[in-house]
C-alpha cells in the first residue's frame, strides 16, 4: 500500500482535528465544532469518521488530515505527511532536496542534542547545582520535560564528544551552532559550557537553537559574593544559522498555539523563563520575542 493511504487509513481524523478544535457529537460518525480558520459563534465546521473528512459551511474549507494539517500548522505536504507518518507508526521514504536533508541533518543534531542536555540536567553528579537553580525558580519536573530543559557541563567537549560517539560529523554540529573550532590545534570545543540549557523551537515543535542561561555561584548559593562571569554573557542564544534566525521565532509558540487560539490573543512576556513560570501557573497563550 503507497505510504499516503497506509497513513490515511491509520490516522482517525477526528482524533487529529480534537487535538485544535473542541467537537461534538453531531449524529453517526459525524462531528462539529468552531471552525478554527474563521471567526464564528455557530459551529459550521464538520469532521466525517467514515469518509475521513473535513469540512466547513462557512468559509468553504475541506479536506483529509493532510490538508488540515498543512492548514493549520502552515506545514508543506512531505512535513505533513512524515509528521502524520510517525505518530501512526508508518515510514515514510525520503526522496528530498539537498537543501531539505541538510535542513532536516540540522533539526536532527540540534534534537539529539536537546536530549543530551535534558538526561545530564536529570541525571548527571556535574548538574547538581543546576538542579538546585531550578528548584530555587520553582520549576517542577514535568515543566523541565515539556520545554525540554536542560544542562550544558562545565567542561569544554562533552557535547562534541557525545555528537561525535553518534556518528555526526564535526561540522554538523558548528553548522546547527553548538560547537566551534578550537583556537589552536584541530576539533571543535562546545559553545554552551555551565549552562542551563532553554530549547527554541520552530512553530512545529522543531529545536532549531538554544538559549543558554550561565549559572554562577551566586545563583546556587546565597552566602556567596555575586562576581563577574568569566564564562560570557548572562544569557546566550545559538548564533545565526540556516535554522535560527533570531527575529523569526516566538518563544513558547509551539505550546501556546491552540490556547492563543481559545483565547483570541497572545501575552508576550520578556524572557524564556517568565514564559514557564506562566504556564506553571495555567496561563499557556504565552510567548517571549527571541529580540
Known amino acids: 500500500m503507497d505510504p499516503k493511504d497506509e497513513i490515511k487509513q491509520k490516522t482517525d481524523i ?7 478544535v473542541t467537537l461534538k457529537p453531531a449524529g453517526m460518525a459525524s462531528f462539529k465544532g468552531l471552525c478554527p480558520f474563521h471567526a464564528e459563534k455557530t459551529p459550521s465546521f464538520h469532521v466525517s469518521t467514515d ?8 468559509c468553504s474549507e475541506g479536506g483529509d488530515c493532510f490538508s488540515f494539517l498543512m492548514k493549520i500548522e502552515g506545514m508543506d505536504f512531505p512535513e505533513a505527511l512524515r509528521h502524520l507518518g510517525e505518530k501512526v507508526g508508518v515510514e515514510v521514504k525520503r526522496f528530498d532536496s539537498a537543501a531539505t536533508n541538510d535542513r532536516q541533518r540540522l533539526i536532527a543534531v540540534n534534537e539529539l542534542a ?6 545530564v540536567l536529570s541525571d548527571s553528579p556535574a548538574a547538581e547545582k543546576a538542579r538546585s537553580y531550578v528548584a530555587q ?18 567542561s569544554w567537549d562533552t557535547l562534541s564528544l557525545f555528537l561525535a560517539k553518534k556518528g555526526y560529523r564535526e561540522g554538523d554540529g558548528e553548522h546547527a551552532g553548538l560547537t566551534q573550532r578550537r583556537k ?5 570545543i562546545d559553545r554552551f559550557r555551565n549552562r542551563l540549557m532553554i530549547p527554541l523551537r520552530d512553530q512545529h ?10 549559572l554562577l555561584p551566586a545563583l546556587t548559593n546565597p552566602q556567596l559574593p555575586n562576581t563577574t562571569s568569566q ?14 534566525r533570531k527575529g523569526e521565532i516566538l518563544f513558547g509558540l509551539d505550546l501556546a498555539k491552540q490556547a492563543i487560539k481559545r483565547a483570541g490573543y497572545a501575552i508576550v512576556v520578556e524572557g524564556n523563563l517568565d514564559v514557564v513560570a ?11 520575542s527571541s529580540g
Not at 14 to 20: F, H, N, R, S, T
Not at 114 to 119: D, E, Q, T, Y
Request: glycine share 16%.
Open 51 to 58: 469518509k475521513q473528512i473535513w469540512h466547513c459551511f462557512g
Open 231 to 244: 564564562d560570557g554573557p548572562k544569557y546566550m542564544n545559538t548564533p545565526e544559522t540556516a535554522l535560527y
Open 184 to 188: 589552536q590545534g584541530s576539533g571543535t
Open 137 to 154: 525558580r520553582g520549576i517542577p519536573e514535568d515543566l523541565l520535560d515539556k520545554f525540554g530543559i536542560g544542562y550544558a557541563p562545565d
Open 278 to 288: 506562566s504556564h506553571k501557573a495555567g496561563v499557556e497563550n504565552v510567548v517571549a
Open 114 to 119: 536537546a536530549r543530551f542536555f535534558r538526561k
Open 14 to 20: 477526528a482524533e487529529l482535528i480534537a487535538g485544535y
Open 205 to 214: 515543535g522543531n529545536t532549531v537553537g538554544f538559549t543558554g542561561r550561565v
